[in-house]
């Protein structure tokens, strides 16, 4: 073990599962570890270097954003902000931008805002149905939105105001609907919670439920918006549109950003009811905005759905070889691929040696979530080396 890795065993809480690599230097899809070892990363710190790591683009905004003004409170106007805010509404269906710091702080302030409109509209409803399998964010709330029991039970009680429903089931939503709903929040497709893609339909029919009951839908695009899915934002492929719609991750391409976006029909916030100390700073915006401005002026989401589908193509003709895969799955650069047992943690090993990094979605799953601007060439790659890993494991195991 490095010394870098005996000094985070001394000092560094233990909430994170580790790979043995400690890296030092990120460039495009590539980065060095401190023994100057390459990989080609497939994770992008978790669906957030959408255009690889150190982009000229967004390390010439951000130098020249810290070289001018890094930090001033939200009690002043900024330009970053602004453009910021701008050209996501340009590009959105959306009409109004709220900056914060990361995905769970965008779901919590949606959830806030879904809030203050059941009071002004729905005679003060204010309970939100989200789904199981979802992955909302960390903090207490959002735990109690993520309908997950492993992340929900280490923390009881959890904050009331939200019900748990089967994803992808109109029924289910129906059935807990009631005067006290002021609005459902979902991912268009399930990230975390396993690269889980919904029939065609249930989007289309949510939205419709939502209308009916004059309730809020929410989109959790924190993972899938950015064109990672293969358009700038997921829902654009389901022929609807959101009320209200978060996003991180991706949007300022490694630099902590969040997002909300509501029409101006749901941003009834007034001043004071909602804020951030950091949110909106100009470092994190100038980032943000060079980085949407990159992918929408370079296609990049065309090139996520090309190239998605590449991996995808690959990834079956992986599967025609090695039966130990069952299933792959995703939309555009988030996809998975899923095994008959649970080989998830030795894959990655085998294909870390081997140079190559990838995300363990599941005991059986592994997630690949690489850079929006890689190409074919890179996915050659990966698949060269996955075909190699699981020959290693399967041959050495009893497949
Ligand atoms: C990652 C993620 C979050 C949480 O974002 P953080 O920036 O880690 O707080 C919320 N929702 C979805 C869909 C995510 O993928």
Redesign the pocket.
């Known amino acids: 073990m490095s010394q870098w890795q005996e000094l985070e065993k001394q000092y560094f809480m233990r909430t994170f599962d580790r790979v043995p690599v400690t890296l030092v230097r990120g460039e495009g899809a590539r980065v060095w570890d401190d023994d100057g070892r390459e990989y080609l990363d497939f994770v992008a710190g978790?669906?957030v270097n959408s255009l690889g790591h150190c982009h000229p683009a967004v390390a010439g905004a951000v130098t020249e954003q810290v070289h001018t003004l890094i930090q001033v409170s939200n009690q002043f106007y900024t330009i970053p902000q602004v453009q910021l805010a701008e050209i996501l509404v340009q590009h959105s269906c959306l009409d109004k931008v709220f900056m914060c710091n990361?995905?769970?702080?965008?779901?919590e302030g949606a959830v806030k805002l879904a809030r203050r409109y059941g009071k002004h509209h729905l005679n003060g409803a204010y309970e939100v149905i989200t789904t199981t399998g979802?992955?909302?964010?960390?903090t207490l709330g959002?735990v109690a939105a993520t309908g997950q029991t492993k992340f929900q039970q280490p923390y009881v009680p959890l904050p009331s105001g939200f019900v748990n429903v089967e994803y992808n089931s109109i029924e289910a939503i129906e059935a807990v609907t009631s005067p006290k709903t002021c609005a459902i929040m979902l991912?268009p497709m399930?990230?975390?919670g396993g690269v889980n893609l919904p029939d065609d339909d249930y989007l289309a029919q949510v939205r419709a439920w939502c209308d009916q009951k004059g309730i809020l839908l929410i989109l959790?695009?924190?993972?899938?918006g950015m064109g990672r899915t293969g358009t700038l934002f997921a829902y654009e492929q389901y022929g609807i549109e959101p009320d209200i719609m978060?996003l991180?991750?991706g949007l300022a391409s490694g630099m902590?950003a969040?997002a909300i976006l509501a029409k101006d029909s749901a941003a009834v916030f007034t001043p004071g009811e909602h804020g951030s100390t950091f949110g909106g700073n100009p470092v994190t915006c100038a980032a943000a905005y060079a980085t949407v401005k990159f992918i929408v002026e370079n296609d990049i989401a065309g090139n996520a759905k090309k190239v998605g589908d590449y991996l995808m193509d690959g990834l079956r003709n992986l599967a025609q070889k090695h039966s130990v895969i069952v299933n792959v799955r995703g939309r555009g650069l988030l996809v998975a691929m899923e095994f008959n047992r649970d080989i998830a943690a030795d894959m990655l090993m085998s294909c870390l040696s081997r140079g190559l990094l990838v995300n363990k979605l599941k005991p059986n799953a592994l997630r690949f979530i690489p850079p929006l601007t890689i190409g074919n060439q890179e996915v050659d790659e990966a698949l060269g080396i996955l075909d190699e890993a699981l020959s290693a494991i399967t041959n050495s195991g009893q497949n």
């Open positions: 978790w669906a990361s995905g769970t702080e965008a779901n979802s992955f909302h964010g960390r959002m991912e399930q990230g975390e959790d695009e924190i993972q899938t978060t991180a991750k902590p969040g």
